[in-house]
């Protein structure tokens, strides 16, 4: 009896779902600085209005010492 499609064991073969989005930030950014809108990427890059605005916003995550807040004491 052959194995129900979806299970372990299925292989490479019977990939299901949403394909991945095969976009980097850098593409995103890149347009973004070019002075595109959001609906402009999208259309170009052919991914969704807010897939480009996350991977914008996820590639712009400050670095911890760039986060450093500065602290003052009051009296």
Known sequence: MSPVHGYAGSGAKNKSGRPKCNVS????RQLRDQGQS???IARALNIGTATA?????LDAVPKPS????VHTERS
């Open 25 to 28: 930030a850098a593409e995103v």
């Open 38 to 40: 959001w609906r402009q």
């Open 53 to 57: 605005m996350r991977l914008c916003r």
């Open 66 to 69: 760039q986060n450093q807040a």
